[in-house]
């Protein structure tokens, strides 16, 4: 096969540049001018090109993920307390580039919050990327793919358990990609819902919510001060 199909086939797969050159054993600097050139196809054929997708590492803790997508946690132990950011950077022009972030509880609420879209130059990419990612570990890069299965399917998992994601999400889901639903990740922690307020919560109202579809002992909470949830 060609290279520059092999290349079309890896990317339609969500793999980033960085990706299909180790997958295909060739120098970035081989790989980057034939993505360009497939970005340029798709502008009338497609969805824009992906051109970064990134999450915090610590993003599977106590989640269970199916082994085959070969999908990895760069620091597993990290962990993230069920708080996961994806930030998603989509082709806007031959120089800039269209991002949003998504704030995903992946043990209970689903996406809690979204920030942007907005079109950024690479340096100002490179500089919100630090700024959003501030309060974690580290971060890494990862395939489309997989924010898909961890975005969606978190909203997914919350709306089988009565929550629906923040009133912004629909407006910028179509960032992520087409959706047709079927994670490959097993949301909650350690496979239970798992319950912790976060600043603008009324954990109250969340465990009213979940006791119309769950008793007590199918799901857990950690709540510092009990009288803000009576």
């Not at 798709?42 to 199916?66: I, K, Q, R, Y």
């Amino acid at each position: 096969m060609e290279l520059k199909e092999q290349v079309r086939e890896l990317r339609a797969q969500g793999r980033s540049p960085k990706e299909i050159a180790r997958a295909l054993k060739v120098s970035p600097s081989v790989v980057a001018p034939l993505v360009r050139a497939i970005a340029a196809e798709n502008v009338t054929t497609g969805e824009p090109e992906v051109v970064g997708c990134w999450m915090n590492v610590g993003w599977s803790a106590g989640l269970g993920v199916d082994p085959s997508k070969g999908w990895i946690d760069e620091d597993p132990e990290s962990g993230a307390g069920g708080m996961v950011c994806v930030l998603v950077a989509r082709r806007h022009t031959w120089d800039r580039m269209t991002v949003c972030g998504y704030l995903a509880d992946v043990y209970c609420l689903g996406v809690k919050n979204t920030i942007g879209p907005d079109v950024l130059d690479e340096r100002d990419l490179r500089r919100f990327r630090e700024y959003f990612f501030g309060e974690y570990a580290a971060y890494q890069e990862v395939p489309i793919e997989l924010a898909q299965h961890l975005v969606f399917g978190s909203v997914d998992h919350a709306r089988t358990l009565g929550f629906e994601p923040h009133e912004d999400f629909a407006p910028v889901s179509d960032l992520l990609g087409k959706w047709e639903g079927g994670s490959a990740i097993t949301f909650g922690r350690d496979g239970r819902p798992f319950y912790t307020p976060g600043p603008h919560d009324d954990p109250g109202k969340v465990l009213r919510i979940l006791r119309r579809t769950l008793t007590d002992d199918q799901f857990d909470y950690f709540i510092e001060d009990p009288s803000s949830a009576s």
